[in-house]
């Protein structure tokens, strides 16, 4: 998907994946790139003069710890902002973020860095999302929203206005949040309330 948008931008090309997990993958053809390696590439891909990186993980912070390691590397983070998405001007989107297609970002919003706003989730008008937290396609988050870092709004959760989402926070599938969720909590359900999670935080 990260591919596909930064595509679509034309203003990358993509020199190739990364995949320090599985490296059988090594030397695969992927999304009409290879994939080159893994972290042990960073070091001879600055040498051929790559200057951008994204990670495109879902795990929130893997996907931050990655992201330092690739700016201790050199590595500048880029943004990929799928063309069909709807940004106001004036928002503040950080270093390494993800904005899918059909996503709307209103007025006075800021995202921070490592981002994922999936597809055709909308964030309304002067919401703070922190760093490397994941709002999922459909979420629907209204007015003065803040969210903590880590975060993870499941896929067509909706959040009423001014609540406030802890750090590493989770949000269930379809669940409507109409109070603030502490940090590190797992909520779900219509209104949504805590949950014994049995694997969110593995
Ligand atoms: C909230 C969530 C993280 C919990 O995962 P988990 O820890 O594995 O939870 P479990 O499956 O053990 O469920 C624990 C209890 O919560 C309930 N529950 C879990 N998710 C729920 C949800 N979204 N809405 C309502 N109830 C839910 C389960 O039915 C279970 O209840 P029970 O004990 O009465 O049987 C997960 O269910 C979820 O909603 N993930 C979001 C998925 C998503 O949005 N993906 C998009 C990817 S882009």
Redesign the pocket.
Known sequence: MVADIIRLEDAFEVAGFLDSVDVDRHGENFYSAKILGGAEQLESLREQGVKHAIVAI?DNRARLRLADEFASAGFELAVAIHPRAIVATDVRIGAGTVIAAGAVLNPGCTIGRNVII?TAASVDHDCNIGDASHI??GAHIAGNVTIGSCAWV??GASIIEKVQIGNDA?V????LVIRNVPSGV?V??HPARP??????HD
């Not at 269930?172 to 669940?175: E, L």
């Open positions: 879902g999936n999922s396609p499941g896929l989770i269930g599938a379809g669940a797992v779900a359900g949950i014994e999670s049995t694997s969110a």
